[in-house]
């Protein structure tokens, strides 16, 4: 069975960093894209930055500049570098990996909070 472990998270001042980490442990293959995404407290969950097997990335607009993702694939790992965090960018963190092995398959990560004060 396929788990995706996140860390990284915490508590940081407005303008420092956190880096997050997501791994994938048991049998997983065909990893097409992963991803970041974030939910808020009273808001939906949005897509944060998002990376393909081809290494195309996607990032919304509001983290460009600031985030950047990257992915080791022989770990199976996915990592969110943030940088200048503002209070706005406070939420859960939830990773995601897409596969495709016959269908299509979704898998999440338990969420990570992430804390910007100011």
């Known amino acids: 069975q396929v788990q995706l472990v996140e860390s990284g998270g915490g508590l940081v001042q407005a303008g420092g960093s956190l880096r997050l980490s997501c791994a994938a442990s048991g049998s997983i293959f065909s990893i097409y894209s992963m991803g970041w995404y974030r939910q808020a407290p009273g808001k939906q969950r949005e897509l944060v930055a998002d990376?393909?097997?081809?290494?195309?990335?996607n990032y919304a607009d509001s983290v460009k500049g600031r985030f950047t993702i990257s992915r080791d694939s022989a770990k199976n790992t996915v990592y969110l570098q943030m940088n200048s965090l503002k209070p706005e960018d406070t939420a859960v963190y939830y990773c995601?990996?897409?596969?495709?092995?016959?269908?299509?398959?979704?898998?999440w990560g338990q969420g990570t909070q992430v804390t910007v004060s100011s």
């Open positions: 995601k990996f897409v596969t495709y092995y016959s269908k299509w398959s979704n898998y």
């Open positions: 990376i393909t097997s081809s290494r195309k990335t």
